[in-house]
């Protein structure tokens, strides 16, 4: 079992940035594909961007691609979501997951039913 807690939401002006953090402890952490979820008021929950275990391989939403950056460390069992020039549609509650099953296809980890663990969230809110 691993539990996760997410920080670092706030509220931040269109074209700012913020870097949310994802704590993770209990098993290693090493041994989990990890990824960042979103879900705006009134939507469903959409992928945002996954690492895999060893950080060597990444995959993002097109609408993130270009502006956000995922990274991990796994001496800290920490993973980072950087958001640059962040968009007021960014607003949303974002989730960090995690995964105990192993795809060498990364593709597979935009899926939110490829993991098994989740936090609880935390807030991010963009103003124009």
């Known amino acids: 079992q691993v539990q996760l807690v997410e920080s670092g939401g706030g509220l931040v002006q269109a074209g700012g940035s913020l870097r949310l953090s994802c704590a993770a402890s209990?098993?290693?952490?090493?041994?989990?594909?990890t990824g960042w979820f979103r879900q705006a008021p009134g939507k469903e929950r959409e992928f945002v961007a996954t690492i895999k275990r060893s950080g060597d391989s990444t995959y993002y939403a097109d609408s993130v691609k270009g502006r956000f950056s995922i990274s991990r460390d796994n001496a800290k069992n920490t993973v980072y979501l950087q958001m640059n020039s962040l968009r007021p549609e960014d607003t949303a509650v974002y989730y960090c997951a995690a995964s105990t099953t192993y795809y060498s296809n990364i593709v597979a980890y935009s899926e939110g039913q490829t993991y098994d663990h989740w936090g609880q969230g935390t807030q991010v809110t963009v103003s124009s």
């Open positions: 209990g098993r290693t952490f090493s041994n989990y594909g």
